[in-house]
């Protein structure tokens, strides 16, 4: 196992340092911005599908492509934002990455169709790609190592505070604007953010940061979209044995095989594959990855089982995901406390168990479950989920020098970003198709067209129901039937994949804090003295 990378000495202007709490709170607010956009989306989710003027009728697969576009440039650019970021300065970086994300949401506000949406979100990932590496890389350069956990915890918990203000927001938006408010209300943040960040927030840069890799950038983003889209598509047809799904996916994962290898030989990669070669490293990425896997795709059925089945509105839904964000702030910051007693192997396997049984509960949930389970089993998720972003993030962060905090948080959100998109993809495939197989049955007196579109999503037959007036209410329960039937099955694959993740890290996180174990190392060292 590979000792975190120690830093001698303080490097860190006594300026700098003074206001180094209120430079957090900024980059907070850019953190802030990036993940509210995600969280205010998936209460909009049903108002967009639906019929103009209401929404733009998006389908399902449209609707994961507006997530899975922003996701994907996000995820594709974050190698070389990090090494730009290294590389330029991380804060010219954030300022232009605010910028782009502003001008992509003031656009995706008035987008006329489901492709202009999905246009524009690809325009804010693109912008994001830039903000997210560089606050963390910020964070890493105007805190010394001992405060870095604290500060890291305090950053974490603004995720917890965007997944409460977020669905609140949209709700609140949704009840009284139209869905392009959502949108929008990133322009007067962003504008903030850039203000407060020319004033406060110092620039960095590594001394020696490489050269960039548009090679490597162009393969990663083709593999992964080739690869979300397969698996998109297989949804959408119920058919993953179709020669076009089983083409694409193939081809998205062989073009990702050939960037592994291009990397591997590049003297100038976008990721430095020798970073891999640490297995606490390692195994942190891929936690990351299987946890959001899990909790991107349940996010994405949880709306429409809370509006669809349960009649919520998007305010009620936004109110009721507040415990999961409670729990997030609440216990981010002090999830070093049960690390620094019980390690970093036993914190982390513990909340990734947790993890799984909250997924797993959602297979219990039926259309009259009393509410107050919902928020139970809402409250435990984020409270699992502060015990392993937190120690996770220090882990991941300690592993290698300052110098390199773009490349390693660029790391990290790639593949939380890759592993959500994935969840959402494969998660909502599987939805899709037993959604499919499920309500199919029903919808034989439907003509041909129609009743492909209605077998869909929820939403399709809902709405093919409705404008079907009193013939068609005899859909509404089978519809029902068959998402609840479809939701209980993503949500035992989601726990499946949870406890894939209490695995890896059981068996190749640290079992204790590092600051104890470079305690017993200097012991050890001044006893054989």
Same mark, same amino acid.
């Given at each position: 196992?590979?000792?975190?990378?120690?830093?001698?000495?303080?490097?860190?202007?006594?300026?700098v340092?003074?206001?180094?709490?209120?430079?957090?709170?900024?980059?907070?607010?850019?953190?802030?911005?990036?993940v509210?956009?995600?969280?205010?989306?998936?209460?909009?989710?049903?108002?967009i599908?639906?019929?103009?003027?209401?929404?733009?009728g998006a389908?399902?697969?449209?609707?994961?492509?507006?997530?899975?576009?922003?996701?994907?440039v996000?995820?594709?650019?974050?190698?070389?934002a990090?090494?730009?970021?290294?590389? &330029?300065?991380r804060?010219?970086v954030? &300022?232009?990455?605010?910028?782009?994300?502003?001008?992509?949401?003031?656009?995706?506000?008035?987008?006329?169709?489901?492709?202009e949406?999905?246009?524009?979100? +690809?325009?804010?990932?693109?912008?994001?790609?830039?903000?997210?590496?560089?606050? &963390?890389?910020?964070?890493?350069?105007?805190?010394?190592? #001992? /405060?870095?956990?604290?500060?890291?915890?305090?950053?974490?918990?603004g995720?917890g505070?965007?997944?409460?203000?977020?669905?609140?927001?949209?709700?609140?938006?949704? #009840?009284?604007?139209?869905?392009g408010? @959502?949108?929008?209300?990133?322009?007067?943040?962003?504008?903030?953010?850039?203000?407060?960040?020319?004033?406060l927030?110092?620039?960095?840069?590594?001394?020696?940061p490489?050269?960039?890799?548009?090679?490597?950038?162009?393969?990663?983003? %083709?593999?992964?979209?080739?690869? @979300?889209?397969?698996?998109?598509?297989?949804?959408?047809?119920?058919?993953?044995? #179709?020669?076009?799904?089983?083409?694409?996916?193939?081809? *998205?994962?062989?073009v !990702?095989?050939?960037? %592994?290898?291009?990397?591997?030989?590049?003297?100038?990669?976008?990721?430095?594959?020798?970073?891999?070669?640490n297995?606490?490293?390692?195994?942190?990425?891929?936690?990351?990855?299987? @946890?959001?896997?899990?909790?991107?795709?349940v996010t994405?059925?949880?709306?429409?089982?809370?509006?669809?089945?349960r009649?919520y509105?998007?305010? /009620?839904?936004g109110?009721?995901?507040? =415990?999961?964000? +409670?729990?997030?702030?609440?216990?981010?910051?002090?999830?070093?406390?049960?690390?620094d007693r019980f *390690?970093?192997?036993?914190?982390?396997?513990?909340?990734?168990?947790?993890?799984?049984?909250?997924?797993?509960?959602f297979?219990?949930?039926?259309?009259?479950?009393?509410?107050?389970?919902?928020?139970?089993?809402f409250?435990l998720?984020?409270?699992?989920m502060?015990?392993?972003?937190? =120690?996770i993030?220090?882990?991941?962060?300690?592993a290698? =020098?300052?110098?390199?905090?773009?490349?390693?948080?660029a790391?990290s959100?790639?593949f939380?970003?890759?592993?959500?998109?994935?969840?959402?993809?494969? !998660?909502?495939?599987?939805?899709?198709?037993?959604?499919r197989?499920?309500?199919? #049955?029903? &919808?034989?007196?439907?003509?041909? *067209?129609?009743?492909?579109?209605?077998g869909?999503?929820?939403?399709?037959?809902?709405? %093919?129901a409705?404008? !079907?007036?009193?013939? *068609?209410?005899?859909?509404?329960? =089978?519809?029902?039937?068959?998402?609840?039937?479809?939701?209980?099955?993503?949500a !035992?694959?989601?726990?499946?994949? +949870?406890?894939?993740?209490?695995?890896?890290?059981?068996?190749?996180?640290?079992?204790?804090?590092?600051?104890?174990?470079k305690?017993?190392? /200097?012991?050890?060292l001044?006893a054989?003295?």
């Amino acid at each position: 196992m590979t000792s975190p990378v120690p830093d001698t000495g303080s490097r860190i202007p006594e300026a700098v340092h003074r206001r180094r709490w209120a430079i957090l709170g900024v980059l907070m607010l850019s953190l802030l911005i990036v993940v509210l956009d995600n969280s205010i989306l998936n209460v909009a989710i049903k108002t967009i599908s639906t019929p103009a003027p209401t929404g733009l009728g998006a389908t399902q697969s449209e609707l994961e492509w507006a997530i899975n576009a922003y996701t994907l440039v996000f995820a594709g650019l974050l190698f070389s934002a990090g090494i730009l970021g290294d590389r &330029l300065g991380r804060k010219k970086v954030l &300022l232009g990455g605010l910028a782009v994300f502003g001008i992509g949401s003031a656009l995706a506000a008035f987008s006329g169709s489901p492709g202009e949406l999905i246009t524009f979100r +690809a325009v804010m990932g693109l912008g994001a790609a830039f903000v997210m590496p560089a606050t &963390l890389a910020v964070l890493m350069n105007v805190f010394e190592r #001992d /405060e870095q956990p604290k500060a890291i915890g305090i950053w974490a918990g603004g995720v917890g505070l965007a997944i409460a203000i977020g669905p609140i927001t949209g709700g609140l938006l949704l #009840d009284h604007f139209w869905w392009g408010s @959502v949108f929008l209300i990133n322009v007067p943040i962003v504008l903030l953010a850039l203000g407060l960040m020319l004033w406060l927030v110092p620039d960095s840069r590594d001394p020696n940061p490489g050269r960039i890799d548009p090679i490597g950038v162009v393969l990663s983003v %083709v593999g992964l979209v080739l690869l @979300v889209y397969g698996i998109i598509k297989g949804g959408q047809l119920a058919d993953f044995t #179709d020669v076009t799904v089983l083409a694409t996916i193939g081809a *998205g994962l062989a073009v !990702l095989a050939a960037f %592994v290898v291009f990397e591997k030989r590049s003297d100038h990669p976008s990721v430095d594959i020798t970073y891999f070669r640490n297995k606490v490293f390692s195994a942190a990425i891929g936690v990351i990855a299987l @946890v959001f896997f899990a909790l991107m795709g349940v996010t994405f059925f949880s709306v429409f089982y809370t509006q669809s089945v349960r009649g919520y509105s998007p305010l /009620e839904t936004g109110l009721l995901m507040l =415990p999961l964000a +409670a729990a997030q702030m609440i216990f981010a910051p002090r999830a070093r406390l049960l690390v620094d007693r019980f *390690g970093n192997r036993a914190t982390t396997t513990g909340a990734m168990l947790l993890i799984a049984l909250t997924l797993a509960a959602f297979a219990t949930f039926e259309a009259d479950t009393p509410i107050w389970l919902l928020e139970v089993v809402f409250f435990l998720m984020g409270a699992a989920m502060a015990h392993i972003m937190t =120690p996770i993030s220090v882990v991941i962060m300690q592993a290698l =020098p300052r110098e390199k905090a773009g490349s390693a948080s660029a790391l990290s959100n790639t593949f939380r970003q890759v592993g959500g998109a994935l969840g959402i993809a494969v !998660l909502g495939s599987v939805l899709s198709t037993a959604y499919r197989n499920g309500i199919e #049955d029903r &919808l034989g007196a439907l003509p041909a *067209g129609v009743r492909h579109t209605a077998g869909e999503s929820i939403e399709a037959t809902l709405g %093919v129901a409705d404008r !079907l007036g009193p013939r *068609g209410e005899a859909l509404i329960g =089978p519809a029902h039937d068959a998402f609840l039937h479809a939701m209980h099955i993503t949500a !035992l694959w989601g726990a499946g994949i +949870a406890v894939l993740g209490a695995v890896v890290v059981a068996l190749f996180l640290p079992g204790r804090p590092a600051a104890a174990q470079k305690s017993e190392e /200097e012991q050890e060292l001044v006893a054989s003295e």
